[in-house]
């Protein structure tokens, strides 16, 4: 290599849960990284994930595609994270799901960057839930203005801070302490089927993709060693939590309306997320496994093969939602 520099990889959403572990992951790999963010003196903590001067902090903001250009300067790859599980206000599905995506793609391809590696999601479809429709017009949206973009699509991310096992683990704590009518609910009977993929494999996929000249312009379906029906999971988390709350199946045609009540009542309280909304209640109508249809990659094919499993990492941290904490025994080992 001589002395030419580094890589420089521009990731916006470097901040969130998936977006530390990339950034991460790219340090370990001797990239430089520049981390795009709306509040760059918040991210203090991402510099610490590389060497001295290896992790740069720029603000820019997704919605002004101006200042996204501005943070491509000098770039010679991106990683687009940027993503919501709950559509309100300025932070809509269509706003980070599809323009975002669209003004990244543009400025780096106005820019000349070939090589950029877009997160979507599994269950990307034209029809269907509106997350899944937001996540699939922003595939084409980055396509279309750079044909060469890596689209990753992972299943259910599991990892310390993730969004899914947390939250369950909450609701099984908050149920247990209710004297009467605790249960967790099983959406349409709990038999919709997850691969959950580690946050750290995830992040392997990206620097992956982005070292592959074959990744390029290609899809990518992302899940871990094995599926599960959601009931299993529900099962899983009771169990290492040792929080013994009934599952309570609760058909579609109820679970729709309650998750509408909800969102819609959750929009007054600020800087809470809903329990549930009608538009993930319609996302569990279909599996979210992979099926590598077609000219459609896995992990594999990106080199990362070592998975991580739900077994081996998930109590680490559900221990903390447990009656008695990090240091209890199990009460009903299975």
């Known amino acids: 290599m001589g002395d030419q520099a580094p890589d420089l990889v521009v990731v916006f959403g470097g901040s969130g849960f998936i977006g530390k572990q990339v950034v991460r992951a790219l340090a370990k790999r001797g990239k430089r990284v520049r981390v795009a963010m709306r509040r760059p003196h918040l991210g203090h903590e991402l510099r610490m994930l590389g060497d001295v001067g290896q992790i740069q902090l720029v603000q820019a903001n997704v919605r002004f595609p ?17 993503a919501v599980l709950h559509s309100g206000g300025k932070q809509s599905f269509d706003a980070l799901h599809v323009e975002a995506p669209r003004a990244i793609a543009e400025a780096a391809s106005r820019r000349g960057v070939k ?6 999601a599994l269950g990307a479809a034209p029809k269907g839930a509106r997350y ?4 699939y017009e922003g595939e084409r949206a980055v396509l279309e203005a750079a044909p060469s973009a890596t689209i990753l699509r992972p299943s259910i991310v599991f990892g310390p801070e993730d969004h899914f096992f947390n939250r369950f683990g909450a609701m099984a704590q908050t149920m247990a302490a209710l ?5 967790l609910p099983l959406i349409g009977g709990g038999k919709t089927k997850f691969q959950p993929v580690f946050v750290g494999d995830v992040a392997d996929a990206v620097a992956a ?4 000249p074959e990744a390029q312009g ?30 309570m199946p609760l058909p579609f045609v109820f679970a729709h309306p309650l998750g509408l009540l909800l969102g819609w009542s959750f929009k007054l309280i600020p800087f809470v997320d809903p329990p549930l909304t009608g538009d993930q209640v319609t996302l569990l109508k279909r599996d979210n496994v992979v099926t590598a249809e077609g000219d459609v990659g896995t992990l594999a094919d990106l080199g990362v093969t070592q998975l991580e499993s739900v077994e081996a990492i998930v109590p680490s941290y559900l221990w903390r ?4 904490g ?3 025994t199990r009460q009903n080992p299975a």
């Open 209 to 212: 993709a982005l070292d592959q």
């Open 218 to 247: 290609r899809t990518f379906e992302l899940g871990g060693p094995r599926s599960y029906t959601f009931k299993e999971l529900m099962q899983f988390i009771v169990r290492e939590t040792d929080r013994p709350v009934p599952l």
């Open 321 to 324: 939602f447990r009656p008695y």
């Open 66 to 82: 101006e200042s996204v250009d501005a943070a491509l300067e000098g770039a010679d790859a991106v990683v687009n994270l940027v």
């Open 326 to 328: 990090q240091f209890q």
């Open 132 to 135: 899944a429709r937001s996540k």
């Open 115 to 120: 090589r950029i590696v877009h997160i979507s």
């Open 179 to 183: 004297p009467i009518f605790g249960a």
